[in-house]
């Protein structure tokens, strides 16, 4: 069968004359107007970046090339072999996104064996990931840790030497496949160094996130499905989120695929986006905390008690709400049916599910949010806490090893299809009022 290298090569004229096409055709037509309010409101769902990997819709959430994550779960290889024995393996995903075509699990099997060939890191990203102090962020080392790996960016190289732009998907391709096989290694060092003996242990005969899971000295095959999963779905939620349009936007300028990254993982380090799963079990850390103290049980009583104070605090419920969606995440509700199938009695479990019980309508009480429904965040903390895995300040470094997949992937084809450099037009606030003036 065919390697995934050829796969893309032999797509690469049909998706080129398809965009010039697109171009000729509707060039001159308007998808979309632009209100002042948009303008000040962070560009709140302006339709203006091509995004191929991945769609959302408010209401049914993101589909992955096409494919809700049900279906996926139904028709995507699994470590075992065949589709629906187990979860999705991010090897799988990551071929759709590149490909838009379900690969055989030869084909996934021969892109973990090029991950594992790839995934060695520089002696001196090592020694340099060594000499952090402890105390520095995860997200800020794992982002020092894939910058120090750019030394060994071919892409760069290969606009040093001049090379022709027809050849840039190449060389674009070539990083992008490192970069997925080094941000485990990069993850398990910042974990392993943060907080054990920065001691890293590979198993090569296991799968993408199996050898992964061993990295971080995790050895229980029920955390591995998790992160199977978990891998899987935090890949891609199309263009405009912050981590992946600061990708986009930084490839734009022909910055290669490593300095590209680490802007996306430094957008996701933010609170209001990535961050929010740390900042989700650490809520209910406190929440369960203070309740404790004061001999009270947590209960849909308390819990509403606890989110009003938040509120009134003028502090956000990490994991509620949402700038696009309008309905519960389709990935938080898997990663509930995952809590069900494996792990129904866990306490915290029902934390979350009796936080979910009765969120919606404070927040609709609240008012102001226009989502009172949960996001990715909300629920996967619980997860991984029920392994054993409980360092929350690093969680968000998961995150940002599975968003390489999907932020990735649209840069290849960024290259590939010779996309610009993206710049819009900003104006000043006595633009706007000069604009209107009489009107
Ligand atoms: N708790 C309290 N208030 C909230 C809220 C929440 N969970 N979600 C939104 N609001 C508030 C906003 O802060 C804003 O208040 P303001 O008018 O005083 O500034 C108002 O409701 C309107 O906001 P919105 O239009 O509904 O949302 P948005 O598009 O501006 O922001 C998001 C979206 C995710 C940043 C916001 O819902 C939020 O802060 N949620 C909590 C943090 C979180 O879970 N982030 C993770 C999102 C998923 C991800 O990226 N990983």
Redesign the pocket.
């Known amino acids: 069968s065919s390697t995934l290298k050829e796969v893309l090569a032999a797509q690469l004229p049909a998706k080129q004359a398809e965009l010039k096409a697109l171009k000729q055709e509707f060039g001159s037509m308007k998808i979309d107007e632009v209100s002042v309010d948009q303008c000040l409101?962070?560009a709140?769902s302006v339709k203006c970046m091509l995004w191929e990997t991945s769609l959302l819709d408010a209401n049914e959430g993101i589909r992955f090339r096409g494919h809700t994550i049900p279906e996926l779960q139904e028709v995507l290889p699994t470590f075992k072999g065949p589709a629906s024995a187990g979860e999705p393996i991010p090897e799988a995903l990551t071929w759709l996104l590149l490909t838009g075509e379900i690969p055989t699990k030869a084909q996934c099997d021969g892109l973990t064996a090029e991950l594992h060939a790839r995934s060695a890191l520089p002696e001196h990203v090592v020694s340099m990931m060594n000499a952090l102090p402890k105390s520095t962020h995860p997200m800020t080392q794992f982002a020092l840790g894939l910058q120090a790996c750019q030394t060994e960016s071919k892409f760069a190289q290969a606009y040093q030497d001049g090379v022709h732009k027809s050849t840039y998907w190449e060389h674009a391709y070539e990083d992008i496949i490192d970069v997925f096989a080094k941000l485990p290694e990069i993850a398990a060092l910042v974990y392993r160094n943060t907080y054990f003996d920065g001691v890293v242990k590979r198993d090569r005969t296991l799968d993408y996130s199996g050898n992964f899971c061993r990295m971080l000295g995790m050895d229980d095959p029920g955390f591995d499905e998790l992160m199977r999963l978990y891998l899987v779905i935090h890949s891609d939620?199309e263009g405009g989120?912050?981590s992946a349009h600061t990708t986009h936007l930084v490839g734009s300028t022909l910055a290669d695929p490593y300095l590209s990254y680490v802007a996306g993982l430094n957008s996701l380090a933010g609170?209001?986006?990535?961050l929010?799963?740390q900042?989700?079990l650490r809520w209910i850390q406190e929440l369960k905390a203070k309740f404790d103290a004061e001999g009270k049980e947590v209960n849909e009583q308390t819990i509403t008690e606890f989110a009003w104070d938040t509120?009134k605090a003028g502090?956000?419920?990490?994991?509620?709400?949402?700038?696009v969606l309008r309905q519960t995440d389709p990935r938080y509700t898997c990663q509930r049916e995952f809590a069900n199938k494996h792990m129904p009695d866990d306490p915290l479990f029902k934390v979350v599910d009796t936080i979910y019980a009765v969120m919606p309508s404070i927040?609709t009480e609240?008012g102001?949010?226009?989502?009172p429904y949960p996001?990715?965040?909300?629920h996967s903390g619980v997860l991984l806490w029920h392994y054993g895995f409980t360092q929350y300040n690093y969680y968000t470094v998961l995150?940002g090893v599975s968003r390489a997949l999907g932020a990735l992937s649209q840069l290849f084809w960024d290259r590939a299809l010779g996309l610009p450099l993206e710049r819009p037009k900003s104006v000043t606030s006595a633009w706007i009022r000069n604009h209107f003036a009489g009107s």
């Open positions: 409101g962070g709140r939620h989120n912050a609170p209001l986006h990535g929010a799963n900042e989700v509120l502090k956000v419920i990490p994991g509620y709400g949402h700038a927040l609240h102001k949010t226009k989502n996001n990715v965040d909300s995150f």
